[in-house]
Nanobody, 117 residues
Framework: QVQLVESGGDLVQPGGSLRLSCAAS????????MGWYRQAPGKGRELVAS???????NYEASVKGRFTISRANAKNTVYLQMNSLKPEDTAVYYC???????????WGQGTQVTVSS
């Protein structure tokens, strides 16, 4: 059974930091591209950041320089370090895993990030 379990979401003031974690089980983590998506109220789900099995990263323009995605293959975990948070970063953040060859895809249940004073 595949599980992606996110954690680390919280209420934080503007300018603050959070680190999200996503622990994966039931997949061959090393051959999956891992991504973080977010969905704000009334908006569609958008890609925030991704990291390939080879370590290549990609970021949505508005988070470049503020967010950092990383992965720990030994722990089957992907992280999203979020700094200089803004109110517009408020959303439910979802972890995604996509197999590099078979393109099978899985989602976590989401974790709420709220940036507000």
């Amino acid at each position: 059974q595949v599980q992606l379990v996110e954690s680390g979401g919280d209420l934080v003031q503007p300018g603050g930091s959070l680190r999200l974690s996503c622990a994966a089980s039931g997949i061959m983590f090393r051959v999956n591209t891992m991504g973080w998506y977010r969905q704000a109220p009334g908006k569609g789900r958008e890609l925030v950041a991704s990291i390939t099995s080879g370590g290549t990263t990609n970021y949505e323009a508005s988070v470049k320089g503020r967010f950092t995605i990383s992965r720990a293959n030994a722990k089957n975990t992907v992280y999203l370090q979020m700094n200089s948070l803004k109110p517009e970063d408020t959303a439910v953040y979802y972890c995604n895993a996509r197999h590099d060859i078979f393109a099978s895809e899985y989602w976590g249940q989401g974790t709420q990030v709220t940036v507000s004073s």
